[in-house]
C-alpha cells in the first residue's frame, strides 16, 4: 500500500512538472510571435508547407466523406420519410464536427508528424545549437513560425474539407438517388445558422489547429538528438495530438452547444 502511495505522488508529480514544462514552452514561443511577424515570409512559407501540401489528402477525405455520410443518412432518413432533411444534416455534420475533427486528425498525421520529424532532425545535426551560438533564438526562427502556420492553416483546410464534403453529398443525393436539389439546398440554407454553426467549426478548427501543431513543434524541440527518439517523437505526436483534439472536441461542442 505504502508502495502504491509513492508510485502515485511521484507520477502525480511527474505529470505535473510535465505540464509546467509545456505551459513554460508555450508561454516562451507565443512571446517569440512578435518577432517572428517581422519576417512575414518564415509564416508564409509555413503555410505553403502545412496548409498547402496537405491539401490533396484533406480533400480527397473531405469528398468520400461527404460520399458516405449521404448514403448513410439517406438509408435512416428514407424509412421516416424526411429524406428532404439530408442537406440539412449532412451539412450540420461536416461544419460542426466531422470538418474540424476530421480535418486536425489528417493534419496531425500527415503535417505533425513532418514538422516533428523537421524540428528533430534540426536538433539532432545540431542546427538549433548554432542558431544559438550565432544569438540567434531558435523558438522565434524556427517554432514560431511553424505554429502561427499551422494555426492560420487549419480553419482554411477545414472550410475547404466541409465545402467539398457538401458537393460530395450533393453528387451522391442529387445526381445518384434522384433527391429534389430544390429541397436539398433550401433546406440547408434555411437550417444552418451562420454565428452557431458555421463560426463555431471555425472556432474548433483554430484550436485544433493550435494544439496539433503546438504537440509538434514540442514533440520536435524536446526529442533525443537520435534517430530512435526522432522516431519516437513523431509517432507521440501522432497519439497526443489526435488525444488533444477529441478530448477539446467535447469540452467544446458542451460549452458551444449547450443552449439553444
Known sequence: MIDFVQTLGRRTLEGLRGLGHNASFLWEVVRSIPATMRRPYLVVAQVHAVGN????????SGLAVGFVLALQMYYALVTYGATESLGLIVNLSLVRELGPVVTALLFAGRAGTSLTAEIGLMKAG????AMEMMAVDPKSRVLAP????GVLSMPLLAIMFSAVGIMGAYVVAVLLIGVDAGNFWSIMQNGVDFRRDIVNGIIKSVVFGAI????????GYEADATPEGVATATTRTVVIASLGVLVMDFILTAMMFSTP
Do not use: H, K, M
Open 53 to 60: 501540401l496537405s491539401l490533396l489528402i484533406i480533400l480527397a
Open 126 to 129: 545540431e542546427q538549433l545549437a
Open 146 to 149: 511553424r505554429l502561427l502556420g
Open 212 to 219: 496539433c501543431t503546438f504537440v509538434a513543434v514540442y514533440q
